[in-house]
């Protein structure tokens, strides 16, 4: 391992001159709203929890009599020792609030997007996404042995043009987008996307990670919002940022989700979600669909326009270009009591590192009020 460690240690010095070296920071609390460190209170912009159901007393309180009722674990995959009732009832939940005919759980979104695209789709097929896709979605594709293209972000002439030069070249074609993008905030332009796809017999899988909750009935999604849900092949989600648990899940016909259950390697070779983390999920899934669910995402679009009064979704990318400017700002901020994530490659493009700023429904008007007057203290106007 000698030479092997020096190379890692060169390359680990190459990312620190180069402003992007990785760290984690150790916070002893957290709540949607706070962090805490070293007796020190934090705003914290940086969760994607949009509406604050992780503490919410209910989901707290589900999460713990599971963990009385059928212990920490899950035990092993559901496909060596089943699964518990509350994970077919999540599933089948899920499928309803998508309006679709079935749902699956995975251990999280990276492991739902690597799978799955892989079990759709392999060698003589194609892949198309969108430039900005997650990376789980571009290692899902690379990993199918598929086609892979890429079509410049939200550029529907551009996908046209790849779906014209290869639609009658490959067996099957799945294109790939988000509906919103977690590093810009941005709406894709789902409508003419599914009509595009639709006029090349293509199918689509749309990640809806940042919009549910936020968009649609009882916060199905971008989907749901604009009437074209039944028209989306498979539908993506996480369980991580609004249902406030962990996790993730796709929702589509039977038949699909059967077809996973033989094929989705993430899925057959994982350990299932722990019963904690679904009765979180399920109590949070309830939440959304009442009165209590419709106040939040209320408030929460409220704070969005407070802070962007054009915001499209919870998330607003503040750009700054070099990752040594963005490293500094976010210490600024945090010296402010602000805690503001810096982004940087790979995440985003070289040279477009940023601020991302993740409003919730718990953020009050003070939060807000001080953040935006310290970044226009330094010059920023968001």
């Known amino acids: 391992m000698g030479s092997g460690e020096t190379s890692f240690r060169e390359k680990l010095a190459s990312f620190r001159q180069r402003g992007l070296e990785r760290f984690r920071i150790t916070f002893e609390g957290r709540t949607p709203r706070h962090l805490s460190q070293e007796g020190r209170l934090y705003v914290s912009f940086a969760s994607n929890d949009y509406l604050g159901l992780s503490c919410h007393p209910r989901v707290r309180e589900k999460s713990c009599e599971a963990v009385e009722k059928f212990g920490a674990g899950a035990g092993a995959s559901p496909l060596v020792c089943g699964q518990l009732g509350l994970h077919t009832q999540l599933e089948e939940e899920i499928a309803r609030w998508k309006g679709t005919e079935a749902a699956c759980l995975f251990s999280s979104g990276y492991a739902a997007a690597l799978g799955t695209i892989r079990a759709l789709v392999g060698p003589g097929d194609l892949v198309v996404l969108d430039e900005f896709s997650h990376a789980s979605l571009w290692d899902g594709a690379r990993l199918s042995r598929a086609l892979v293209r890429v079509f410049s972000h939200s550029d529907l002439d551009a996908l046209q043009r790849v779906l014209t030069r290869y639609s009658k070249k490959n067996r099957r074609i799945l294109v790939v987008?988000?509906?919103?993008?977690?590093?810009?905030?941005?709406?894709?332009?789902?409508?003419?996307?599914?009509?595009?796809?639709?006029?090349y017999g293509a199918w689509l899988l749309l990640d809806e990670a940042h919009a549910t909750g936020i968009y649609g009935k009882a916060g199905a999604g971008l989907g749901s919002e604009l009437g074209v849900a039944s028209r989306i092949e498979f539908?993506?989600?996480?369980?991580?940022?609004?249902?406030?648990?962990?996790?993730?899940?796709?929702?589509?016909?039977?038949?699909?989700?059967?077809?996973?259950?033989?094929?989705?390697?993430?899925?057959?070779?994982?350990?299932?979600?722990?019963p904690a983390m679904v009765a979180a999920a399920l109590e949070a899934l309830k939440i959304l669909h009442s009165e209590e669910g419709a106040r939040r995402r209320n408030q929460l679009w409220d704070n969005i326009r407070f802070i962007n009064p054009d915001g499209s979704s919870a998330i607003l990318p503040i750009v700054v270009g070099a990752e040594s400017k963005a490293m500094e700002m976010a210490s600024r901020l945090q010296e402010e009591g602000f805690y503001v994530p810096a982004i940087r490659y790979p995440t985003v493009p070289r040279g477009k590192a940023r601020l991302r700023i993740s409003v919730t429904s718990e953020h009050k008007p003070a939060d807000m009020a001080g953040l935006l007057a310290i970044l226009r203290h330094m010059g920023i106007c968001p």
């Open 177 to 199: 987008a988000e509906s919103v993008y977690s590093m810009d905030g941005d709406v894709a332009p789902l409508q003419d996307l599914v009509e595009l796809k639709d006029r």
């Open 235 to 274: 539908h993506l989600g996480t369980l991580g940022k609004v249902l406030g648990s962990m996790g993730a899940y796709v929702a589509a016909s039977r038949e699909v989700i059967q077809w996973l259950l033989h094929s989705a390697r993430s899925l057959m070779y994982s350990t299932a979600l722990s």
